[in-house]
């Protein structure tokens, strides 16, 4: 699971980081264990990186938002309930679709990527939908 980040690494490459800080931090979050974002980052990433940093400290902060819209567009369902990487890579997109200006169709291309490489093929759906459903309304 170790994605190299050079200067030149691609959007692509570096959401997946994101996902992969974020997963870090929910899980450190679930077992009640001390941790600093910055030392997370730090150990992901060679070099410091402004879009990861956006993205991470984005996410985080706007959570509690990010959380609500992704619970009102899943049916029976709610983010808590998918796996920890599948709740990363929607957080990522509903972040990247509310507070950037990232194309939809980007937004909603990255995250399915994401989601066929770590998780499973109803959790990749639900991700889709759920930011289908958003950018259409």
């Known amino acids: 699971m170790n994605v ?17 800080i974020l ?9 009640n264990t001390p941790y600093s974002v910055d ?3 730090e150990e992901n990433l060679l070099i410091e990186n402004e879009f990861v940093k956006e993205i991470v400290y984005g996410v985080l902060e706007h959570q509690t938002e990010i959380d609500e819209k ?6 029976d369902w709610t983010i808590d309930r998918l796996d920890r990487t599948g709740a990363a890579i929607l957080r990522i997109g509903i972040f990247e679709y509310l507070y950037t200006d990232t194309p939809p169709i980007v937004i909603i291309n990255e995250a ?6 770590y998780s499973d093929e109803s959790v990749r759906k639900m991700i889709n939908a759920v930011l ?5 309304e």
């Open 4 to 20: 190299v980040i050079t200067m030149a690494s691609s959007r692509s490459e570096l959401r997946e980081k994101c996902m992969i």
């Open 23 to 31: 997963y870090q931090i929910d899980l450190r979050k679930s077992l």
């Open 39 to 41: 030392e997370i980052m």
């Open 70 to 75: 992704a619970n009102f567009y899943v049916k």
């Open 112 to 117: 399915v990527e994401l989601a066929k490489k």
């Open 132 to 136: 289908d459903k958003m950018i259409k």
